[in-house]
Structure formats: structure tokens, C-alpha cells
């Protein structure tokens, strides 16, 4: 019920925009994430710094469709709808014992961005800003030890465990970009730089995060390439 009720509201607040917006344009995203996970927050100095020290970073995919909303020239509110990967790697060797991890997670993920657009018809340049909302839909753990590779599907924990905790598939952060739209017939083709600031904890525990726990939480560029023509 929570998750549908933050959802609505994001649609309502893109959507409600509508009314008062000058031009409406539509369009299909494509492009590539380079994402990892920070450890943030907590007493836990030693084991937050051994989890930054070997995250590194993966290879997604991002794709959907984007609406943008101008309210004025410079102006627009633009909601979107995307399929995100986002994860990390790590690599630990020791001696004669080595080992790979790499963690992939499909999101369905709801940007809405406030974006400020300066130029000319033909060349625009621009920032955005605003929240968004991810849902862990999927994943897949690949791991490598000592040479013998494993490969599996992400199985999420339905109950909590014996150590009261599970997948907190629910992923709410704020993203930033800059970027350029060219005219290229009908439409503008938009090459856009972003960076993901996750908020969400990928852990929820039964009683609450125990004090002093760390939050493993997501961060993500993505690079795409939009192209957007009136309705």
C-alpha cells in the first residue's frame, strides 16, 4: 500500500503540471549505467571502509520513456518511466584464495526532474533535478572463488530471517544531470549526464536499523541519449 500510495503521488505531482504546460513532448531514452554501492552513515568505521574500499563500479542498462512538460521557455517538469541496472563488484585476494563477486539489480525506476533549458531552437543546453523511485524488480549475483564460477538468479527473502532482516526492495533518491538537446527533424535529440544519490538503505530490518549499523545504499552515472517530438 506504500509503495502504490509514493508511486501516485509522483505521477500526481508530474501529471498535474499538465494543464498549465505550453508544449508536451514524448519520447524513448536509451543509454548506460556506471554504478556501485557506498556504505554511509554508523559506528561501524572499519567494516563501512573495507565495503567502500572494494566496491567498484558495473556496467547497466537504462531504457524507458520520458514526458516533458513546458511550463515556459526555459522551464519543464519531466517524468519518467525506466528500466535501471544498478549494483557493484568487488575483488578480494589473499594469498592463494581469490574471489569475484558481482551483484546486478533490475529497477523500475519513476524520475521526476525539474529542468531549466537555455539556447537557442536548434541547440539547447540543460540542467535537472529532482526525486526519484525505484523498484528492486530482479537481479543476478555472479561470483568467482578460487578459480570455480557460480551464476544465479536473485532470490528475495520473503520473511524475515533469524537475523531479522530482508531486501529492502524499495529504492527513493534524488538525481542531478546536465545535459544538450539538438533539432534533428521533427524532434531534439538529448544527450544526458546524470548522477544518483540513493537514500534507501537495501537492507529493512524487522525492528528498525540496530544502532550503529551502516546504509548500503545506491549510486549511479548514467549516460543516455533521449529523442523527444511534440505530441
Avoid at 537475523?163 to 539538438?182: M, P, T, V, W
Avoid at 531534439?188 to 544519490?197: K, W
Wanted: proline share 3%; glycine share 10%.
Amino acid at each position: 500500500m506504500k509503495n502504490k500510495f509514493l508511486l501516485t503521488l509522483l505521477f500526481v505531482v508530474a501529471l498535474g503540471y499538465t494543464s498549465m504546460a505550453q508544449s508536451i513532448t514524448i519520447g524513448p531514452r536509451v543509454g548506460v549505467n556506471f554504478a556501485t554501492m557506498r556504505a554511509v552513515g554508523g559506528d561501524e568505521k572499519e567494516d563501512r571502509k573495507d565495503m567502500n574500499d572494494h566496491a567498484k563500479s558495473i556496467t547497466g542498462a537504462q531504457f524507458g520513456v520520458v514526458a516533458n512538460f513546458g511550463i515556459n521557455e526555459m522551464f519543464s517538469i519531466q517524468p519518467e518511466l525506466l528500466y535501471s541496472q544498478k549494483g557493484l563488484k568487488a575483488e578480494e585476494s589473499d594469498y592463494d584464495m581469490s574471489l569475484k563477486i558481482e551483484h546486478k539489480k533490475n529497477y523500475l525506476e519513476i524520475p521526476v526532474l525539474a529542468k531549466l533549458s537555455f539556447g537557442s531552437e536548434d541547440f539547447q543546453g540543460f540542467v535537472t533535478a529532482g526525486p526519484y523511485l525505484g523498484y528492486w524488480m530482479s537481479g543476478k549475483v555472479k561470483a568467482e572463488f578460487m578459480g570455480r564460477k557460480i551464476e544465479d538468479d536473485y532470490e528475495f527473502t520473503k520473511n524475515y530471517d533469524e537475523d531479522d532482516y530482508k531486501e529492502n526492495r524499495l529504492d527513493l533518491g534524488a538525481s542531478i544531470g546536465i545535459g544538450a538537446a539538438y533539432r534533428v527533424g521533427p524532434g531534439s535529440l538529448n544527450l544526458d549526464v546524470r548522477y544518483g544519490y540513493g537514500f534507501s538503505d537495501d537492507t529493512k530490518y524487522k525492528d528498525g536499523r540496530p544502532d550503529g549499523a551502516f546504509k548500503s545504499s545506491n549510486r549511479v552515472i548514467g549516460v543516455s541519449l533521449a529523442y523527444l517530438f511534440s505530441l
